[in-house]
């Protein structure tokens, strides 16, 4: 793989700051809106495929202005579609960071498996050899969560 051992520890003034930036960008674009899933089901969208339709729409629209009703407002047509390529251009950006974070937690998730399957065969190993009750049953409850976390897993 293309890591070395991930270890860091995010400063809470440095992860208060990454969230003011996210609030900031946030702020910076008050037109965002929430959908509920019942509307984004009834709504027609562009998808890969249709935005070439779009596209050309607006082109033929921009060059044959004359052919259209003349309540169509052209001006909010033009705004919409570039709004909307501007849009797909910041995600692609939150894509690369969202990405980024998502192959780190993964590989860092891994690490830490690693070292929970460790740390948890060695608890085994010395409840086994002590009369620890506590340490006895914090094992149980964990062999339990393993019961029921590849239980879930095969649903």
């Known amino acids: 793989m293309g890591y070395g051992n991930i270890s860091f520890v995010l400063d809470p003034e440095v992860k208060a700051a990454i969230k003011l930036k996210f609030d900031g960008l946030k702020a910076d674009m008050p037109f965002l809106i929430t959908l509920t899933s019942e509307e984004r089901k009834k709504l027609r969208t562009i998808g890969p495929n249709r935005l070439s339709y779009v596209t050309e729409v607006n082109l033929t629209s921009n060059s044959h202005s004359p052919a259209l009703a003349a309540d169509f407002n052209l001006a909010e047509f033009n705004k919409d579609k570039t709004g909307y390529t501007d849009l797909a251009e910041l995600r692609t950006w939150a894509e690369q960071l969202m990405e980024s974070i998502d192959n780190t937690m993964m590989a860092l ?20 050899k002590t009369n620890d009750q506590n340490l006895d049953s ?8 393993l019961k029921r976390a590849k239980t879930e897993e095969k649903k």
């Not at 998730?109 to 010395?126: N, P, V």
């Not at 914090?138 to 969560?145: E, G, L, P, T």
């Open 109 to 128: 998730g891994a690490e830490l498996m690693k070292q929970t399957d460790t740390a948890y065969g060695y608890l085994k190993i010395h409840a086994k």
């Open 138 to 145: 914090a094992v149980k409850r964990i062999a339990d969560m």
